[in-house]
């Protein structure tokens, strides 16, 4: 019998240093149900069932996130390294893509094909994750029946 039983990913969240460029992304840009806590105003989160929770979790080697981003297996200088990765899906990629680059964003990887059938746009956030907007499809529910 295992000493520890892992159920499932019940959080994960970026370490912020410049809070506002992060609120204004996952806030304002992503629109992600976050809000302040009660009695400490910058721990901003969401409640329990306002979002969805991880389909998948996965370590995933530096030298592969950059041959996806950048189609070598060196992390480019000029670039922070990510120390973590995180995928949002959303419904249009497309629209997503452009709202990102509306606002500034500098997008590593912009609304490919990957030839497992999903659709990804790639940027850093402001505190280095590397941050994915996807659409999966074998991960809604109405595509598994």
Same mark, same amino acid.
């Given at each position: ?66 041959? $996806? ?14 120390? $973590? ?11 997503? $893509?452009?709202?990102?680059? $509306? ?43």
């Amino acid at each position: 019998m295992p000493l520890i039983t892992v159920l499932f990913v019940a959080g994960f969240g970026p370490i912020t240093k410049i809070d506002q460029e992060s609120k204004s992304l996952y806030l304002d840009t992503l629109q992600l149900p976050i809000k302040a806590m009660q009695g400490n105003e910058s721990y901003m989160s969401t409640e329990d069932g306002e979002l969805d929770g991880v389909k998948h979790f996965a370590l995933w080697p530096l030298a592969q996130a950059a041959e $996806s981003c950048f189609g070598v297996k060196e992390w480019p200088a000029e670039f922070s390294i990510p120390q $973590s990765w995180i995928e949002f899906e959303v419904e249009n990629i497309a629209e997503a $893509s452009a709202e990102l680059l $509306s606002r500034g964003y500098q997008l590593l990887v912009n609304n490919r094909l990957e030839p497992w059938g999903q659709s990804v746009t790639r940027f850093l956030s402001p505190e280095g994750i590397l941050t994915g907007l996807t659409v999966t499809p074998w991960l809604h529910s109405s595509n598994k029946e």
